[in-house]
């Protein structure tokens, strides 16, 4: 709508969205980011359903990898650590992912937010950045607790920062590819099914890349900040792709598929009376 | 002359090889009411999904105002709002959430008493802090109209918003449209209720197989009394249409 009238008249126009107004455009998609996940989290504050199952789910895990590895040798939990954190965090990323978008089908909401004056961006920071509390949150019950279980980890203690940076990179990996394909079926058919089977493939590269960080710190390996910037890298090009890919995985193309069949009579005619 | 807020030429939609709609041409000019008549699966909610920027056109343009666009960005939807058959509502949420949700995303909000005013003018004053979800479905339906007039946009897009209302909601929503009309807003919407839409629309389109196929307009100074029979007749219409689809189609 900001395409002066006469411009317009002349031909079909793309309402540009991008150019000038970029630097006004990134506040207002982070104001609108900021709204919308403020939105969810006060909606979760009201029954607390996400975060306890996640937390719950945390907890059982926990357990579990306690009873099955509290006799393992150290050399195999250094091997053993990484996989018992990241194996949680994808389920609980999982988890989280599905109920996120699951309450925006249950009332057609997020169709509603599609005919809303909002970057569409705004919609894959918001619902980003409630994922990655939650996930996060599990995150940082399970590194105390695994660090308390098994003595290899105990580097999460000495290490503290390192340990906070890995565990929000990996998750931000995790998160952001998870983000966007959790959104595009959100308003597709096929829903929670279809998002367990390709979640899980294409988030393992992150997985992988968390692992093999993780294990580097285990292991007191002296280039692990490189780890961790390989880490942040990829962050980068998934948040990215992330943010230019997201309105057309969530709405797909908008442009017409071919001239109108007016247009192609027009021009039929045309043809016709060329000598 | 002045322009449309809502011009729809050439349009079509088809889902692989079924037509949907074929060749729309359709304007809804500032202070005019439009309603979408005609039988389910005709099209009616594709049509206004295509206005609302849910839905790509297979073919034709949609201009908004002076604007061809193949997009709609936030500025284009800024000026329209969209009711959806279904309510679209957060349950966990209060209606004066709800209200301030859409508020602020818009950036041009109307304020908390401003918002108050909007469910008063549906009658949800008295609920404005119960949650969406223990609300009735005419409660909700109510709601929802209140949220598509935050910022007076010059566009309005129903999809039957006199479903599940009462005899007083049916009022209060002709109440709303009419006022609505009176600020200068261009209204599409689609309804069943030939009555209901009698008594506020200025023009009525019949869809039929994906095309427009009638349409009657209220004269001007026509009374509802007297509009009422052509639009009963255009439903009735829709009718003979349908059972001409039916007997066409070829026996089991």
New interface residues.
Partial sequence: ???P?DA??G???????RGRAHATNRA?VF??AW??AR?DL??EL??LELVLTAAFFTLVVLVMFALAFAALPAAAQVLAVPGMLWLAVAFVGALTLTRIFDRER????L??V??????RVAIYFGKLAVSLLVVVGCGALLMPALALLFPTAGVFFERPLEAIALLVLGCVAYCATGTLFAAGLATASGKNVLLSVILYPLTSPALIFALVSTRALLEGHPQFSTYLGQLAAVDLVVLVLASWLFEPVL?????????????RRERARVQAERP | MSIAPLALQDLGKRYGRLAVLRAIDLQVASGEIVALLGANGCGKTTLLSIAAGLLAPSSGTRAYGPTRVVELDRAARMRLAFVAHSTQLYARLSALENLELLASLRGDAPGREGLAQLLERVGLSHAADRAAGTFSRGMQQRLAIARALIGAPELLLLDEPFTALDHAGRAILTQVLLAERARGAAILLSSHDLDAVAQCCDRAVLLADGRIAAQTQRERGESDDAFAPRIRALGLGRAHAHAEAHDREPAP
């Fill in positions: 709508m900001s395409v009238a317009a008249l031909g079909l126009v793309l309402a540009p969205r207002v104001r609108q709204l919308l939105n006060r909606q009201r029954d249950e009332a057609d909401t169709r509603a599609l005919t809303w004056p909002v970057e709405v797909g193309s908008q442009r017409p598929h071919g001239p109108s069949p007016r247009a």
